[in-house]
C-alpha cells in the first residue's frame, strides 16, 4: 500500500509469473518527479481482507516495490487510517464495499 500512488503498480516479475498481457502504454510520472512510459497490463484481481477488485497493472521495472494506490484501494472501500497506520474499512459500510455511482 502506498497512500501516494494511484494505481495498481507491479514489478515485470510478478507481471510474468501472473502471466499478464499488454494491453497498452502509458506516461506516468513517480514521486521522483520522472516521467516515464510503462507497459499497461491487465486485467488481474487484488484481493485485501477478503475485500477484491480487478483492474489494469502498471509494469515497474524488476525488482521495484509493488504499490497499491488510490484506485484500487477506494473500490475496495478502505480507508487508510492515519491515526492507526492501517487500512479500515469506510465506516459506512463496515461488512463489505459500497461503491459510489454518482
Known amino acids: 500500500m502506498d ?27 513517480t ?17 485485501v481482507q477478503g475485500r477484491s477488485t480487478q483492474g489494469r497493472v502498471i509494469e515497474l521495472p524488476r525488482g521495484a516495490k509493488p504499490l497499491l494506490g488510490a484506485v484500487p484501494l477506494e473500490e475496495m472501500d478502505w480507508h ?4 492507526e497506520k492501517k487500512l479500515v474499512p469506510n465506516p459506512r459500510s463496515p461488512e463489505g464495499p459500497l461503491l459510489p455511482l454518482c
Open 3 to 29: 497512500s501516494g500512488a494511484v494505481e495498481l503498480a507491479l514489478p515485470v516479475e510478478l507481471i510474468e509469473r501472473l502471466k499478464l498481457i499488454k494491453i497498452g502504454q502509458a506516461g506516468v510520472y
Open 31 to 47: 514521486a521522483d518527479s520522472g516521467k516515464h512510459e510503462y507497459r499497461v497490463m491487465g486485467i488481474a484481481e487484488v484481493e
Open 80 to 83: 487508510i487510517s492515519s491515526v
